[in-house]
């Protein structure tokens, strides 16, 4: 809700910053979690999609053709290292927005994936 | 967090930006001794070597890569948000 020559308008918040001259920040955060995980890179981001999506109903969870599982507008990767076919390492990437999404996320996947799954 | 959050809380926009000079001088009081500078088209990368963390400051954006590690995180976390507005 902004006052502009002497009138009241409600406004999204991203219109009121540009309104008021001021510029907005992104914050965002990128995480790496490691897994010990002998499937191949596509496997564990499937495996890592059915664990979330079990785990957050009402969530919007999908995976996506790039290879890439996002969870409202978190952002899942997996990549591993020739060195070490066995872990590997999960990018999970979020604005400050979407910090208690993104932290609860990392603190579940730090976890591992369910047992039952492998 | 044991759950999820049951509802996504509102968004709450940044606004500023971090003055390099004056976070570095934040983190040095925080313990964060070993960083390496390096400057980029757009701003800064500080190399936080001792935790092997990035942070990528820019003047409308902050970055900030890091192992899973939480406390580390959200330390680095409310150290940048000290610098901008809430609104």
């Not at chain 1, 996506?64 to 969870?71: F, S």
């Amino acid at each position: 809700l902004i006052m502009k020559d002497n009138s009241l308008k409600l406004v999204s918040s991203e219109q009121a910053l540009k309104d008021l001259g001021l510029n907005e920040h992104q914050l965002r955060f990128t995480c790496r979690v490691q897994l010990q995980d002998q499937s191949p890179e596509q496997e564990t981001l499937s495996r890592v999609y059915t664990h979330l999506k079990s785990v957050l109903k009402g969530f919007s969870v999908q995976l996506l053709p790039d290879g890439t599982v996002m969870v409202e507008s978190i952002l899942i990767k997996v990549s591993s290292s020739p060195e070490d076919p066995d872990s590997k390492t999960l990018l999970l990437s979020w604005s400050y927005q979407d910090e208690d999404l993104g932290s609860f996320l990392s603190s579940l996947l730090k976890k591992g994936l369910p047992a039952a799954l492998c | 967090l044991e759950e999820p959050p049951a509802v996504l809380a509102p968004k709450t926009l940044l606004s500023g930006a971090v003055p390099l000079e004056a976070f570095l001088a934040t983190l040095q009081k925080h313990g964060f001794t070993e960083v390496k500078v390096e400057e980029t088209a757009d701003g800064h990368i500080l190399h936080l070597q001792a935790e092997d963390t990035l942070i990528q400051l820019e003047e409308d954006g902050t970055h900030i890569v890091c192992d899973n590690n939480e406390p580390l995180r959200t330390t680095l976390r409310d150290l940048v948000l000290r610098f901008l507005q809430k609104l």
